[in-house]
């Protein structure tokens, strides 16, 4: 089945810029979504199709995705931004979809 | 205003059965497909299931299939999740999620969750 690796934790000062990434094999060639969860809170699409943002997501919020690593980018890091970043994709050959393991960003 | 609520979450012995249902709103059910996603305590989360718009289409994780059915009627707007042969591994807050309609499918609308605790 399709793996999808993220680092479990990221840190970042307010203002600084935090970068998370999804490793997959050829994950290039996938639409990859991110999601961000707050504790007791349900998770929240922030990111799909590799680059593509919800309304009312702010444009701080963006993502790339090439060869075998996805990056979701955070930019002007606020407190606010601190929660659990997962990444996700469809594996059409099992017809599952795939969660990464997820990534705790810190803003310190 | 789109709308998922989920219930029929609670405390079953191991081996035991569990029917949760995901009530929707606010967009015409019917042309979606359905997900749920779980959530063991403090950890990641799992897709478990999804379902097609009608109904007729249907799939599982490898850690679910053949113990848990997941289902849909239209005309009450609601979605079901049959869990039966409950694990200890199986606790978790069970979410529903819409999958957007093209694209890579993402998940846009969630509902809070239902908890799901086995133990004996």
């Known amino acids: 089945s399709y793996v999808l690796t993220q680092p479990p934790s990221v840190s970042v000062a307010p203002g600084k810029t935090a970068r998370i990434t999804c490793g997959g094999n050829n994950i290039g060639n996938n639409s990859v979504h991110w999601y961000q969860q707050k504790p007791g809170q349900a998770p929240v699409l922030v990111v799909y199709?590799?680059?593509d943002r919800p309304s009312g997501i702010p444009e701080r919020f963006s993502g790339s995705n090439s060869g075998n690593t996805a990056t979701l980018t955070i930019s002007r890091v606020e407190a606010g931004d601190e929660a659990d970043y997962y990444c996700?994709?469809?594996?059409?050959?099992?017809?599952?979809?795939?969660f990464g393991g997820g990534t705790k960003l810190t803003v310190l | 205003e789109v709308q998922l609520v989920e219930s029929g979450g609670g405390f079953v012995q191991p081996g035991g059965s569990l029917r949760l249902s995901c009530a929707a709103s606010g967009f015409t059910f019917s042309t979606y497909w359905i997900h749920w996603v779980r959530q063991a305590p403090g950890k990641g989360l799992v897709w478990v299931s999804r379902?097609?718009?009608?109904?007729?289409?249907?799939n599982y994780a490898d850690s679910v299939k053949g113990r848990f059915t997941i289902s849909r009627d239209n005309a009450k707007n609601t979605l079901y999740l049959q869990m039966n042969s409950l694990r200890a591994e199986d606790t978790a807050v069970y979410y529903c999620a819409r999958a957007q309609n093209y694209g890579g499918y993402s998940f846009d609308y969630w509902g809070r969750g239902t908890l799901v605790t086995v133990s004996s």
């Open positions: 379902i097609n718009g009608d109904g007729s289409s249907t």
């Open positions: 199709d590799d680059s």
């Open positions: 996700q994709v469809w594996d059409i050959s099992s017809d599952h979809w795939v």
